[in-house]
């Protein structure tokens, strides 16, 4: 299993009527927070997209148990859960500044082709650096 942890600022934005962090911006979170897991081993987004592959997001479960708050940092908790075939999985857990779980999430997407936007297995360079990490923890400090 390869986790990593990273931090958020809530901004000002990203918050409602109520003072609460919309529910949309987690999508944004988790992207981040995914693709910092990823950076951590050696995969960047950037480095994905010129070799001529894609990884659209295909599939999306949250659990929401507390709201968060403008200004709060953020915990979020990644791991890649699985790669098989052409998906790959990762779940989350975000923690308040009390340390207390305040989201639940897991995230599914494809390996794509850029030229085709067809799926397919994921290049040897990204199945070599989950190979080489696995049991990685890392904190973000």
Known sequence: MIAYECKIRVMYPDTDQMGYVHHSNYVKYYETARWELLRNIGISYKSVE???YLLPVTGM???????????ELLMIETRL????GARIWFTYKTYNTDGEMINQAETSLAFVTK????????PDFILKAIKGN????QIHA
């Open 50 to 52: 010129d070799a001529g």
């Open 61 to 71: 479960i949250f659990k929401f148990l507390k709201p968060a708050f403008y200004d």
């Open 81 to 84: 859960k699985a790669i098989k």
């Open 115 to 122: 030229d085709s936007r067809k799926p397919c297995h994921p």
């Open 134 to 137: 696995l049991q990685k923890e």
